[in-house]
């Protein structure tokens, strides 16, 4: 079955600080890799696809890369606001999507 | 152009009785999946239908649990008889057509609470 990993569980900065995260997967044929953002009492919230190892994705403070057996969402000078929980999910083709336990990233003023 | 709607956004039921969980998707998309989130975990896939079709039904539990896509209304996630362990969160998300671009839209979920 395919697996997602996320690390670290939590993760806090001062804003500012640049910093990254980890999503290391094991899947059968990779056709995307995504990432969501997901605010408390919300639902997950699409921010990037990713299908080919060296691919890089940007957004605002956001950039999102990915290798064979992982992705890292890098977060440039990050603000209080982009305090949530990230998540990345896997998809191999089939009806479903295969996500991991997320990082929680708290973003100090 | 409203998002996938889910309701109600919290619901408690006491053991044994009935949850009904409703999902009407975006405008336009016409493929439906539930997921759930336990707390401390990932999303799990529940079931992917289509109108009138349950397309996958491999993570759904297979007693008690049951959904639906109606040719007219929302997706229907149906649990009989609820116990403590079905506390979740549940997620409801639409794509216009199976693929890998773009991922899912997602709504708000509905929180079920089982006392």
């Known amino acids: 079955e395919d697996q997602v990993t996320q690390s670290p569980e939590a993760l806090r900065l001062q804003e500012g600080e640049s910093s990254s995260l980890n999503c290391s997967y094991t899947?059968?044929?990779?056709?995307?890799l995504f990432w969501y953002r997901q605010d408390p009492g919300k639902g997950p919230e699409f921010l990037f696809t990713?299908?080919?190892a060296g691919e890089e994705k940007e957004k605002e403070r956001l950039k999102a890369t990915l290798t064979k057996k992982e992705s890292f969402l890098h977060i440039t000078a990050p603000k209080p606001e982009d305090s949530a929980t990230y998540l990345c999910?896997?998809?191999?083709?089939?009806?479903?999507?295969?996500f991991g336990t997320g990082t929680s990233l708290t973003v100090i003023p | 152009n409203a998002g996938v709607m889910q309701n109600p956004r919290h619901l408690v039921r006491r053991r044994g009785q009935e949850a009904r969980l409703r999902c009407s998707p975006m405008?336009?998309?016409?493929?439906v999946y539930w997921y759930r989130q336990l707390p401390e975990e990932g999303l799990k896939f529940m079931v992917y239908?289509?109108?009138?079709?349950?397309?996958?039904e491999s993570g759904m539990p297979k007693e008690r649990f049951s959904a639906e896509f109606p040719k007219e209304g929302p997706s229907i996630l149906r649990i009989q008889q609820v116990v403590r362990g079905d506390s979740a969160a549940y997620f409801c998300?639409?794509?216009?057509?199976?693929?890998?671009?773009?991922?899912?839209?997602f709504g708000s979920g509905t929180r079920l609470t089982v006392v």
């Open positions: 998300a639409s794509s216009p057509e199976v693929s890998a671009d773009g991922g899912y839209t």
């Open positions: 899947v059968s044929g990779l056709r995307g």
């Open positions: 990713l299908y080919s």
């Open positions: 999910a896997v998809h191999d083709g089939g009806n479903q999507f295969y």
């Open positions: 405008k336009g998309h016409s493929h």
């Open positions: 239908l289509q109108k009138e079709n349950i397309i996958d």
